[in-house]
Nanobody, 115 residues
Framework: QVHLVESGGGLVQPGGSLRLSCAAS????????MGWYRQAPGKQRELVAG???????AYADSVKGRFTISRDNAKNTLYLQMSSLKPEDTAVYYC?????????WGQGTQVTVSS
């Protein structure tokens, strides 16, 4: 079993920045992919960015050039640096970990971009 805990969400003005963190604990396999998803009210959950244990990354077109995903494998921690935030980035952001045979989700952290 793996437990994921997100932190770092909050209220920020348009154009501002936030950094999300996700700490993984428990039976974390050394071969895994981690990622950030988000879900806005009335919309489906969507992938924001993903990263393999080797450091290969992928981003949604809507966040390319503004968000950066990274991870610290020694600490089993995932990060999402968000810059130039827009009101449309407002959503609950979820941490995800996928490893052979299992998928895990965090409880989510709210990000609100508003003036």
């Amino acid at each position: 079993q793996v437990h994921l805990v997100e932190s770092g969400g909050g209220l920020v003005q348009p154009g501002g920045s936030l950094r999300l963190s996700c700490a993984a604990s428990g039976s974390v396999d050394r071969i895994n992919t981690m990622g950030w998803y988000r879900q806005a009210p009335g919309k489906q959950r969507e992938l924001v960015a993903g990263i393999t244990v080797a450091g290969s990354t992928a981003y949604a077109d809507s966040v390319k050039g503004r968000f950066t995903i990274s991870r610290d494998n020694a600490k089993n921690t995932l990060y999402l640096q968000m810059s130039s935030l827009k009101p449309e980035d407002t959503a609950v952001y979820y941490c995800h970990l996928g490893q052979p045979g299992d998928d895990y989700w965090g409880q989510g952290t709210q990000v609100t971009v508003s003036s």
